[in-house]
């Protein structure tokens, strides 16, 4: 809330029929049977699987065995009242060298994983690339080479003839930036490259893969039935620490190159001049050709928007020393190619496990900017949630107040921007079920659901309670303090 809002906390806020409450997860971070039925290794394997670059060594071999227990998983998204799944494709799983036929297996379980939802009454809402690009195709130069884009599109095709008779809800990428400028830039992430350079051209060949994909998904998708395709970005919400030139400047930069490297393209069919500016020093951006950017900007039925926490930055004065806490792992490469001279901060105040701070302000300001700024195109936010210090009860119960604060405030956000005139059509709660976490393994915690990871035995903490309650009757009421 802010101070110009001044319903009382209690009130109850209604959201309209049809809205989706849903809840999020990706598939190496859950699926676990990493070598089974033809399955091969993704970036994402071998990563894990390199000592040091997971905590503890950590890897997704099991995860939380969803390969084997979606119907479980299914029935706990039933019984949490969700009417809309979003889960992602393994490449690997489907087209195991990234390039040529499809392993029917692999088809055959997000098939059977589909019917599941379907009959579940719950719709199925599928994101194609969620990080675990085939380990094939990084040999050869992975997202750097303009082919991988161009193998992305065809994989997009695959997917779609497969299931497309039933899935309506697709989205191509989830989080460019953090697959470009983590895994690339600042090698936190998969594959682990440090290269800005490298990271700018998996950025652009990320936003062009983009576009290939969404032409082949209206390509492949049966005519007459109604699709709606999308695209999921982890849009920064940025913030000067002052309000000084260099501090506004500190934000223009950070914008550039965490926004609207993406937004330019894919909705406006230009990279910004600025980020071309900032980045001149590094890359003469040839690897762009001509009709690229208009090949990314292909239309859109949604824009996805991730929100965790804002990003506060300032300007660093010449000789000063440079504090660098931008949230996205410990790494002496920053992920930030073209604001050299730009320092993140810590945000006063509450914070989840993950270090983040907890700021539902920022994400109404994100919706009601994004709004502005495009439009007439509607949004849903395709991930919010928040990782902390479970305990588990005598009874083996998990009461987490904290969890379900953090949701009620942020869906209080979403709600107060759509009484704003934002076109918001769904939220999607990350994640289902504790699972791992990236670089931290399974040492964070954010799902609704907790998983023992010795048994594997699921157990909705009583935030998911709270949850299934709002999105059974589409009205936002207090969750339970204590």
Wanted: contains cysteine.
């Amino acid at each position: 809330m802010t101070a110009s809002d001044t319903r009382p906390l209690t009130a109850v806020r209604s959201f309209p029929p049809g809205f989706l409450w849903g809840a999020a997860t990706a598939a190496y971070q859950i699926e676990g049977a990493a070598a089974e039925d033809g399955r091969t290794p993704s970036i994402w394997d071998t990563f894990s699987h390199t000592p040091g670059r997971v905590f503890e060594g950590h890897t997704g071999d099991v995860a939380v065995d969803h390969y084997h227990r979606f119907r479980e998983d299914v029935a706990l998204m039933s019984e949490l009242g969700l009417n809309s799944y979003r889960f992602s494709v393994s490449w690997s799983r489907v087209q195991p060298t990234g390039r040529g036929p499809a392993v029917q297996k692999g088809l055959d379980f997000y098939r059977a994983l589909v019917d599941e939802l379907l009959a579940a009454g719950i719709e199925p809402a599928l994101t194609l690339y969620h990080w675990d690009l085939p380990q094939e195709l990084e040999d050869a130069g992975g997202w750097p080479e303009r082919s991988t884009a161009e193998r992305f599109a065809e994989y997009a095709g695959i997917v779609a003839d497969a299931v497309g008779d039933r899935v309506s809800r697709w989205t191509t990428l989830n989080e460019p930036w953090c697959s470009a400028f983590l895994g690339y830039g600042s090698g936190v992430h998969a594959p682990g490259r440090t290269d800005p350079v490298a990271a700018l051209r998996a950025a652009h060949h990320l936003n062009l893969g983009h576009g290939l994909a969404v032409r082949a998904l209206r390509a492949a998708l049966p005519a007459g039935r109604p699709q709606q395709l999308s695209v999921s970005l982890n849009l920064h919400e940025v913030r000067p620490l002052t309000g000084s030139a260099g501090d506004l400047d500190a934000v223009r930069r950070i914008d550039a190159v965490g926004n609207r490297i993406w937004l330019g393209p894919m909705l406006e069919g230009a990279y910004p001049e600025d980020l071309l500016a900032d980045t001149a020093h590094l890359t003469d951006w040839s690897f762009v050709r001509d009709g690229d950017t208009a090949t990314a900007k292909q239309p859109l039925d949604l824009l996805a928007v991730n929100y965790y926490a804002p990003t506060l930055v300032s300007e660093v004065a010449e000789g000063a020393e440079k504090p660098q806490d931008d949230g996205h792992g410990d790494s002496e490469h920053s992920p930030w190619p073209g604001a050299d001279r730009v320092a993140f901060h810590r945000a006063p105040g509450e914070r989840t496990a993950m270090g983040w701070p907890v700021d539902a302000g920022a994400l109404y300001d994100l919706l009601k900017r994004v709004s502005a700024a495009y439009p007439g195109l509607p949004l849903v936010i395709s991930e919010n949630g928040a990782a902390y210090e479970d305990v588990v009860g005598p009874d083996g119960s998990v009461h987490d107040p904290e969890r379900a604060a953090y949701v009620h405030a942020h869906l209080e956000a979403v709600h107060r921007a759509m009484a704003d005139g934002v076109d918001v059509r769904g939220y999607f709660l990350w994640s289902l079920l504790d699972n791992f976490e990236w670089a931290y393994g399974y040492a964070k915690r954010f799902g609704a659901v907790r998983v023992d990871y010795d048994t594997l035995e699921r157990t909705p903490k009583s935030s998911a309670r709270w949850y299934a309650r709002v999105a059974r009757s589409g009205e936002l009421t207090a969750p339970d303090a204590g």
